[in-house]
């Protein structure tokens, strides 16, 4: 299985300040074939659903403001909020979908 | 406007069973792929299981033997069967799909979640 590990767990940040959230895979998400990295990100707020935000590691989901940036390749991913708003704190996720069992990191709770 | 709607959540015993149901509208079950994550208390996302258009269907180690996905076309619906239940399988559980039909397993479209608890 491909393991996510993303850090930090936590984030406190304020508000019109850089928010960075990592996330390592233990093997590669590249696909050779296409050179896509199968890795997407999710925002999620208390009593809410998962909502896609980044998808192919950087391609913004539509409607998605664009303080949210998604980069990184192979193994090393990073999201990045570029002045935090008080509508993001929540909590985000990576998930690697190169195969199955599709798996997400830990989660990282980002804060004001 | 495409919409997830899940059910049947609710308090079982351990060892017992259940079934969740996702309807469907906006788009057609059996033309997607179509997944089950769940999100236990204080923990993170889990992914449990998805059915492939073709139908093949995949399953987290946790639940593989125990929870059956399948889909019904007449009824637009997916279902998750679920038995010899544990504690830990309490959580909340979503359905959700990829909204373009695409067969990339990220998800844009998610229902609002259903609870399962499994507590004596």
Do not use: H
């Given at each position: ?99 199955t069992p ?11 | ?9 609710g308090l ?62 007449s009824k ?45």
């Amino acid at each position: 299985d491909i393991v996510m590990t993303q850090s930090p767990e936590s984030l406190a940040v304020s508000l019109g300040e850089r928010a960075t959230i990592n996330c390592r895979s233990s093997q590669s998400v590249l696909y050779s074939s296409d050179n896509n990295n199968y890795l997407a990100w999710y925002q999620q707020k208390p009593g809410q659903p998962p909502k896609l935000i980044i998808y192919w590691a950087s391609t913004r989901e539509s409607g998605v403001p664009d303080r949210f940036s998604g980069s990184g390749s192979g193994t090393d991913f990073t999201l990045t909020i570029s002045s935090l708003q008080a509508e993001d704190v929540a909590v985000y996720y990576c998930q690697q979908y190169y195969r199955t069992p599709l798996t997400f990191g830990g989660g990282t709770k980002v804060e004001v | 406007e495409l919409q997830l709607v899940e059910s049947g959540g609710g308090l079982v015993q351990p060892g017992g069973s259940l079934r969740l149901s996702c309807a469907a509208s906006g788009f057609t079950v059996s033309s997607n792929y179509m997944t089950w994550v769940r999100k236990a208390p204080g923990k993170g996302l889990e992914w449990v299981s998805v059915i492939y258009s073709a139908g093949n269907t995949y399953y987290a180690d946790s639940v593989k033997g125990r929870f059956t996905i399948s889909g019904d076309s007449s009824k637009n619906t997916m279902y998750l069967q679920m038995s010899s239940l544990r504690t830990d399988d309490t959580a909340v559980y979503y359905c959700a799909t990829n909204s373009g039909g695409s067969a990339y397993l990220f998800f844009d479209c998610w229902g609002q979640g259903t609870l399962v608890t499994v507590s004596s």
